[in-house]
């Protein structure tokens, strides 16, 4: 909970370099959805965080335990995972993934997945991905309603 604070403001520095920049960031919506995936998740939701020799905020992941429809079997979904740009040679994007994966074997988990979406740095996301071992599966697609709202091209 202490590290919430942290978390929006890296988040918003992350909302700004991505196709997410064309939506209003609400710092006290992305702490009150922080708070509730924490305290009110009952074990659901888990975030961690990765910090640097300072204790300064390089990264995170945010992610939940889910059942398809057709399965009672869990599977967890990531929700959000980023490191700082400054921060991605030094480890902390494959600690997160190696922590979250552990999670989930812990809560046995068939499936693990995680989407690419932000538009940034797509091959070099997708290649370190496949690297960790993901398979990919699918594609996303995105449809603007709203002018000015960034989509795929």
């Given amino acids: 909970m202490n590290d919430i604070p942290g978390l929006v403001a890296l988040g918003k520095r992350m909302h700004a370099i991505t196709r997410?920049?064309?939506?209003?960031?609400?710092?006290?919506?992305?702490?009150?959805?922080?708070?509730?995936?924490?305290?009110?998740?009952?074990?659901?939701?888990?975030?961690?965080?990765?910090?640097?020799?300072?204790?300064?905020?390089?990264?995170?992941l945010l992610a939940v335990l889910e059942q398809h429809i057709f399965s009672e079997q869990l599977v967890a979904s990531v929700m959000h995972y980023d490191v700082l740009p400054e921060s991605r040679m030094g480890?902390?994007?494959?600690?997160?993934?190696?922590?979250?994966?552990?999670?989930?074997?812990n809560r046995k988990v068939v499936e693990i997945s995680l989407g690419i979406n932000s538009l940034t740095e797509m091959d070099s996301v997708g290649g370190f991905v496949r690297k960790m071992g993901y398979g990919k599966v699918g594609e996303n697609f995105v449809l603007r309603l709203e002018p000015g709202l960034a989509s795929s091209q």
């Fill in 20 to 60: 997410f920049k064309s939506f209003v960031y609400n710092e006290e919506r992305v702490a009150q959805a922080l708070s509730a995936a924490i305290e009110k998740g009952n074990g659901r939701y888990v975030c961690l965080v990765a910090e640097d020799s300072t204790q300064r905020l390089v990264g995170v």
């Fill in 91 to 105: 480890g902390y994007g494959v600690r997160l993934l190696k922590a979250f994966e552990q999670w989930g074997k």
